[in-house]
């Protein structure tokens, strides 16, 4: 069975920083690209950032570029999202989520992200 | 960014009868590699999303197959062919083709 745990949410002062983790099982973690996906509250949902498998190539939205970095370990089945310089707008809902394109599409349960002073 | 525009945006259904969503693009979802990174995600409140169509017209697993997914191009479609009570919830749209993917604003489907 798939699993997919993120970890690292809470309360952040804005300009402040946080790293998102997630613990992925139950398939082969280093042949997929993996991503993570947000939801403010109340509100759609939005592609945060892409990771591909094994040559570690990352994409991200405008919205995020040169705050946010996405990161993997193979070796421990980790899903890493370091947010820098986090705003707001940034108070979301993040989801660690397979690549959705193919078959076996996965989401985690999500950890909230609040910034706020 | 790829838009992806919704139709509408709030569903009221009966038990038992059809319901259909439509999704539009603003540019084509035709990969370079022929694909069409068209997907569906149901959502419950409280809940993850969860896939329930990709590539257009692929259901994933354990999805009922009174959902179908259609359309080419920039024009797509979600039908339900009768509504269950476990068929609330909000359902979007997603492109894969262009990054950044995008989805759609949201359709509510609620029972009347």
């Known amino acids: 069975e798939v699993q997919l745990l993120e970890s690292g949410g809470g309360l952040v002062q804005p300009g402040g920083s946080l790293r998102l983790s997630c613990v992925a099982s139950g398939f082969t973690f280093s042949s997929y690209a993996m991503s993570w996906a947000r939801q403010a509250p109340g509100k759609g949902l939005e592609w945060a950032s892409l990771i591909s498998g094994t040559t570690t190539n990352t994409y991200y939205p405008d919205s995020v570029k040169g705050r946010f970095t996405i990161s993997r370990d193979n070796s421990k089945n980790t899903l890493y999202l370091q947010m820098n310089s986090l705003r707001a707008e940034d108070t979301a809902v993040y989801y660690c989520?397979?690549?959705?394109?193919?078959?076996?599409?996965?989401f985690g349960p999500g950890t909230l992200v609040t910034v706020s002073s | 960014d790829v838009v992806m525009t919704q139709s509408p945006l709030s569903l009221p259904v009966t038990l038992g009868q059809p319901a259909s969503i439509s999704c539009r693009s603003s540019q084509s979802l035709v990969h370079s590699d022929g694909n069409t990174y068209l997907n569906w995600f149901h959502q419950r409140p409280g809940q993850s999303p969860r896939r329930l169509i990709y590539?257009?017209?692929t259901r994933d697993s354990g999805v009922p197959d009174r959902f179908s997914g259609s359309g080419s191009g920039t024009d797509f479609t979600l039908k339900i062919s009768w509504v269950e009570a476990e068929d609330v919830g909000v359902y979007y749209c997603m492109q894969g083709t262009h990054w950044p993917w995008t989805f759609g604003q949201g359709t509510k489907v609620e029972i009347k």
């Open positions: 989520a397979t690549d959705p394109r193919f078959g076996g599409s996965y």
């Open positions: 590539k257009v017209f």
